[in-house]
């Protein structure tokens, strides 16, 4: 069924299926030799969600390092690695975690959020400095789930975590202030894995929520797909086809929102935010791994990693 503006979902369902989806290939990328990240949570969430696919690939059940470096759920992983340690490192460096400050702007940023949080686990695992406050924003169903999966966990989140329980299509600046959130301070901001989901006004609406709530020396983190998704959306068929045969019913065409769109770096820049961006491929280089080339991956190659600071 394809996306609409009162659409809902769960972990298992829908949109809430890729949250999982990329939680089980943070799960296999942390336990690979010379791993780039280190999620011990992500398996366990997994698991409580329940998938098949995922859990077996989680448990070893299905050993990616025997299957084709084609196959998709290999490509996902790979993908997940590099992905997952850029907002890794950019939340680090924003809060000055990765090493000294080399100017006010760059470091000391004691206010975090990350939208559409899903299953990421940074509020528990990164090594936040003293002081900082973490607002994740997700559905009320889904931070309820994850937060009560790690508790009996025995998980405690590392930084002061606020858990705002809302739907981003709703008034979601006004619960995050509720929440204690203070718009006179410089925030870090996440928008990981989210673009392709949000109709393009939605998207638009986002930027200029976050740049509402950004003072200068605010910094942001994001990815877009420079075609507006469209690449991603033609090959959604053959990668929704590959999860099929490994017994997940997902099409991934109904979950994403195609049309035109601005692209996100010159919509910053015209809000007042000094953009950086690299290409996914050259970000792969960066980390020292090489960019999976694939059918698959042809639309990701030339996708946008981007980071932006508020003037």
Wanted: glycine share 8%.
């Amino acid at each position: 069924m394809s996306r609409s503006d009162s659409d809902s979902w769960d972990l298992a369902t829908s949109v809430g299926t890729t949250a999982t989806m990329v939680a089980a290939a943070r799960a296999v990328a942390s336990r690979e030799d010379n791993a780039l990240i280190n999620d011990p949570f992500a398996a366990p969430l997994v698991r409580a969600v329940g998938i098949d696919i995922f859990t077996k690939m989680v448990d070893g059940d299905i050993d990616l390092a025997t299957v084709d470096s084609t196959d998709t759920a290999r490509v996902m992983t790979d993908v997940m690695a590099v992905r997952t340690r850029f907002f890794d490192d950019f939340f680090l460096a924003a809060t000055g975690a990765a090493g000294p400050a080399t100017s006010d702007s760059e470091a000391g940023v004691r206010q975090a959020v990350i939208l559409a949080s899903g299953l990421d686990s940074r509020s528990y695992r990164l090594d936040w400095p003293a002081g900082t406050v973490v607002y994740e924003i997700d559905l009320p169903t889904v931070i309820e789930f994850k937060t009560e999966t790690l508790s009996a966990f025995g998980a405690s989140p590392t930084a002061e975590l606020r858990s705002v329980g809302i739907d981003l299509r709703e008034d979601w600046p006004a619960a995050l202030r509720a929440n204690g959130f203070d718009d006179t301070k410089p925030t870090a901001w996440s928008a990981e894995g989210l673009l392709v989901y949000l109709p393009p006004d939605a998207q638009d609406r986002l930027f200029d929520n976050i740049t509402t709530l950004s003072v200068p020396g605010s910094r942001l983190a994001t990815e877009y797909h420079s075609d507006g998704g469209r690449g991603l959306a033609d090959r959604s068929k053959a990668i929704s086809d590959q999860w099929r045969d490994k017994g997940l019913d997902l099409n991934m065409a109904d979950l994403f929102y195609t049309g035109e769109r601005n692209a996100v770096t010159g919509y910053l820049e015209g809000l007042g935010w000094d953009v950086s961006s690299q290409a996914r491929a050259d970000l792969f280089a960066a980390y020292g791994r090489p960019f999976p080339e694939t059918n698959l991956t042809e639309s990701l190659r030339n996708s946008l990693s981007v980071t932006a600071i508020r003037k």
